[in-house]
């Protein structure tokens, strides 16, 4: 049974760098499959943040960017998202969760976000 | 940039049909996807590639396209079935990877 949890400080400053991690268990994440994370400010909607595979692809939402950087710690079984300059705009459910990339018609495109973790609230405030 | 557009809000009595509509602007769109999240959990896929259910999804869960509207029915609406409905599109254009709608409250009144 795949798992995903998210950890990380659940208090931030304004102007500072959001980190979390995701542990996954019950799966390699060298083993295919993206890692992805998705945030959901506080009475609001899904948002997705970015996704990465192991082999060091990645894929950003447009409007994140220039502040966000995923990454994978094999070691651990685990994938990081770091934000920064982070602003009360930031403050969100961050979750992280798995999905695919199909190639096979040609064209690319993402899977459906399968496994998802529990969610972890991160609230930017001084 | 690109959106998809959800109805805020749906309103049906148990046992009457739900649908829940999501409009993608001009997208190179392959696919819709459909999360359904109750309060204080992770969104639950119930529908993906257009109208395929995941195992352990019920019958009742249906999905359509049409041109650039998606559509989730729910036939024979269940209390259980409050919650929001998220659309979610899978890009081919690749400036928009991944894309999702604003979301759909449904009440079951």
């Known amino acids: 049974q795949v798992q995903l949890q998210e950890s990380g400080p659940g208090l931030v400053k304004p102007s500072e760098t959001l980190s979390l991690t995701c542990s996954v268990s019950?799966?390699?994440?060298?083993?295919?499959?993206?890692w992805g994370w998705i945030r959901q400010p506080p009475g609001k909607g899904l948002e997705w943040v970015g996704s990465?595979?192991?082999?060091?692809?990645?894929y950003y939402n447009p409007s994140l960017k220039s502040r966000v950087t995923i990454s994978l710690d094999t070691s651990k079984n685990q994938f990081s998202l770091r934000l920064r300059s982070v602003t009360a705009a930031d403050t969100a459910v961050y979750y992280c969760?798995?999905?695919?990339?199909?190639?096979?018609?040609?064209?690319?495109?993402?899977?459906?976000?399968?496994?998802w973790g529990q969610g972890t609230l991160v609230t930017v405030s001084s | 940039s690109y959106e998809l557009t959800q109805s805020p809000s749906v309103s049906v009595s148990p046992g009457q049909t739900a649908r829940i509509t999501c409009f993608a602007d001009?997208?190179?769109?392959?696919?819709a996807y459909w999360y359904q999240q109750k309060p204080g959990q992770a969104p639950v896929l119930v529908i993906y590639?257009?109208?395929e259910r995941p195992s352990g999804i019920p019958a009742r869960f249906s999905g359509s396209s049409s041109g650039t509207t998606v559509t989730l029915t729910i036939t024979g609406v269940q209390a259980e079935d409050e919650a929001d409905y998220y659309c979610?599109?899978?890009?081919?254009?690749?400036?928009?990877?991944?894309?999702f709608g604003g979301g759909t409250k449904l009440t079951v009144l």
């Open positions: 019950g799966y390699s994440i060298t083993s295919g499959y993206y």
């Open positions: 590639k257009d109208s």
């Open positions: 969760a798995r999905h695919s990339r199909d190639c096979s018609g040609g064209a690319c495109y993402f899977t459906p976000f399968d496994y």
């Open positions: 990465m595979y192991h082999s060091g692809s990645t």
């Open positions: 001009a997208l190179p769109k392959k696919y």
């Open positions: 979610q599109t899978a890009d081919t254009g690749g400036t928009y990877p991944v894309i």
